[in-house]
Antibody, heavy 123, light 107 residues
């Protein structure tokens, strides 16, 4: 069975950087892209970006470009999302989510998702 | 970016009701659309992909239709476990974008 297990909740001060991990099991880590999605309190879902663990290639959403770094460590089957220059607007739950790749084609809908990591930014 | 507009933003319904949620894309996305169910404190769950394909393990009362710019998610007979927020998501081009969500509430 496929599992995505994220690191625990974080509390950060404004201006700080947070790094969240997403450890996968149950499938070949390099066969599927990994995405990150933000959900701020009372808001909808916002896509942040993805990493291809096969070669480390990334694509970022314009809203997060310059502040987000998504990486993958294939030695421990773990993806990471680092977000810098935090402000109160970054208080949110962050999810990792796997896209569906088959035979070299990737379809960018997400299944499964990690359990979510709450990041609170407060002075 | 492609904008995804969902309607209604909320709907009150009773168990057994038929519920339809619509999603409109700001440009043609062919069939590159997914639907998710999201309950508080849980991870979102993929229901429908490629506009009309039912994800494995999802009850058949869920169905999706549409192509181009207009899409619908239908729950044929609402069950107690279906009260949640539903999101559409376009997978046609980056940046990937979600609709604003539709909260299905108990009437």
């Amino acid at each position: 069975e496929v599992h995505l297990v994220q690191s625990g909740a974080e509390v950060k001060k404004p201006g700080a950087t947070v790094k969240i991990s997403c450890k996968v099991s149950g499938y070949s880590f390099t066969d599927h892209h990994m995405h990150w999605v933000q959900q701020a309190p009372g808001k909808g879902l916002e896509w942040m970006g993805l990493v291809d663990p096969q070669d480390g290639e990334t694509i970022y959403a314009e809203n997060f470009q310059g502040r987000v770094t998504i990486t993958a460590d294939t030695s421990i089957n773990t993806a990471y999302m680092e977000l810098s220059s935090l402000s109160s607007e970054d208080t949110a739950v962050y999810y990792c989510a796997r896209s569906n790749c088959s035979g070299g084609e990737c379809y960018d809908w997400f299944d499964p998702w990690g359990q979510g990591t709450l990041v609170t930014v407060s002075s | 970016d492609i904008q995804m507009t969902q309607s209604p933003s909320s709907v009150s319904a009773s168990v057994g009701d038929r519920v339809t949620i619509t999603c409109r894309a700001s440009q043609n996305i062919a069939g590159w659309l997914a639907w998710y169910q999201h309950k508080p404190g849980k991870a979102p769950k993929l229901l429908i992909y490629a506009a009309s394909s039912l994800q494995s393990g999802v009850p058949s009362r869920f169905s999706g239709s549409g192509s181009g710019t207009d899409f619908t998610l239908t729950i044929s007979s609402l069950q107690p476990e279906d009260f949640a927020t539903y999101y559409c998501q376009q997978a046609n081009s980056f940046s990937l974008t979600f609709g604003g969500g539709t909260k299905v509430e108990i009437k």
